[in-house]
């Protein structure tokens, strides 16, 4: 747990630094970061998420940052869609498989990052956070959804709060799923 906690108190610094909210030394790449951990530790996470939320302000009050969470972000977009009755009756009576295929063309990365973009417009935040990531699976993966934001964040950093293993070149969720290909974000603290 030492290493862990150790990496946790290095967040906050990390957010507010000037390094990272203008995007410096990427070498032309977007400001996407992934903060990975262990899946065992998701109730820590969600802990600490709150505490840096309520730590930004104080920190850099001018910081103008929002947080989505994946799984509340698809409930608001089944929801706004008049979906989500249908989809649990889907659920309850053909079961999960039946419920993520029929979520398939409803959750479609695109759609979900241009639900991201409106809700989080690029122009008008500084920084955003993203968690909900293992709660939101299967129904939304989220290397297609970063693959889909990076043309549409601009210059806006994001942070990606990641139940499982990041690689540099890869994001294996829970640390047992077969990894995923994606290689265009950078860890956010060691």
Do not use: C, W
Request: charged share 25%; no cysteine; glycine share 6%.
């Amino acid at each position: 747990m030492a290493p862990f906690k150790n990496r946790l108190d290095k967040i906050i610094d990390r957010l507010v630094s000037d390094e990272l909210l203008s995007n410096s030394g990427l070498g032309n790449e977007i400001g996407f970061y992934i903060f990975d951990y262990p899946p065992e530790y998701e109730m820590e996470i969600r802990e600490h998420i709150q505490f840096v939320l309520r730590q930004l302000p104080k920190r850099k009050p001018d910081l103008r940052f929002k947080h989505i969470n994946l799984f509340e972000l698809i409930l608001h977009y089944l929801k706004s869609r008049n979906l989500l009755e249908r989809v649990l009756d889907i659920q309850s009576q053909k079961g999960d498989e039946e419920l993520v295929k029929a979520l398939k063309g409803p959750l479609d990365a695109k759609k979900m990052a241009k639900e991201f973009v409106d809700l989080v417009p690029p122009d008008e935040t500084d920084l955003v956070l993203v968690s909900g990531v293992g709660s939101a699976y299967p129904m939304l993966r989220s290397h297609n959804l970063l693959n889909n934001l990076h043309h549409l964040m601009e210059d806006t950093p994001l942070v990606m709060f990641f139940p499982g293993v990041f690689t540099g070149q890869g994001l294996r969720l829970f640390g047992k799923l077969k990894e995923s290909n994606y290689y265009r974000a950078f860890q956010l603290v060691i």
